[in-house]
């Protein structure tokens, strides 16, 4: 089975950051990777898939890149409405989720 | 509107049994695949079973394999989850998700609360 792991766990940031999220395949998922963003009470929604593309209507500041095991999401900009839960999801074999990655208000 | 509404979720006693169903509208839910994923609360996502549009190939997460089976009926646009042999671990909101080919989750369910508890 292919293992996600996210880092960090837990992120703390202020409106106006560049942030970034990492996340890595126990072996190699092509650009097969997805990212979603949660908050509490509500279904994911997702961000990104394919590695880099963005789904239609999300913000522009919301980018995704990567290959292979290595991928990461980045917020250019923070603004409030960002501050969540962030998942990668891996769709190569199966599907795998990461353990979650949580964007704090600093 | 795309729309997916998941229900059946209640509470069940261990070993008991469970069939959740997610009902689409809103789009041609023959031409979709479908996935199933839980979240157990304060936790993660974990994703548990996918159908073909078809229904012909099915896979499914080591954690529920030979306890869960899911099936689609295209003509009534409804998704299910038959879930056996439950146990306390398996409490959890439940949600579905669509998938097309490169696209993995684009929309998904409000979720339905399953709670496995004597």
């Known amino acids: 089975d292919i293992q996600m792991t996210q880092s960090p766990s837990t992120l703390s940031a202020s409106v106006g950051d560049r942030v970034t999220i990492t996340c890595r395949a126990s072996?190699?998922?092509?650009?097969?990777l997805a990212w979603y963003q949660q908050k509490p009470g509500k279904a994911p929604k997702l961000l990104i898939y394919?590695?880099?593309s963005l789904q239609s209507g999300v913000p522009s500041r919301f980018s995704g890149s990567g290959s292979g095991t290595e991928f990461t999401l980045t917020i250019s900009s923070l603004q409030p409405d960002d501050f969540a839960t962030y998942y990668c999801?891996?769709?190569?074999?199966?599907?795998?989720f990461g353990q979650g990655t949580k964007l704090e208000i600093k | 509107e795309v729309q997916l509404v998941e229900s059946g979720g209640d509470l069940v006693q261990p070993g008991g049994s469970l069939r959740l169903s997610c009902g689409a509208s809103g789009f041609s839910f023959s031409s979709y695949e479908m996935n199933w994923v839980r979240q157990a609360p304060g936790k993660g996502l974990e994703w548990l079973a996918y159908i073909s549009s078809g229904g012909s190939t099915v896979y499914y997460a080591d954690s529920v394999k030979g306890r869960f089976t899911i099936s689609r009926d295209n003509a009534e646009s409804s998704l299910y989850l038959q879930m056996n042999n439950l146990r306390a671990d398996d409490t959890a909101f439940y949600y579905c998700a669509r998938e097309k080919q490169v696209v993995p989750g684009d929309y998904w369910g409000q979720g339905t609360l399953v709670t496995v508890a004597s």
């Open positions: 394919k590695a880099s």
């Open positions: 999801q891996q769709y190569n074999n199966y599907h795998t």
């Open positions: 072996q190699s998922i092509g650009g097969w």
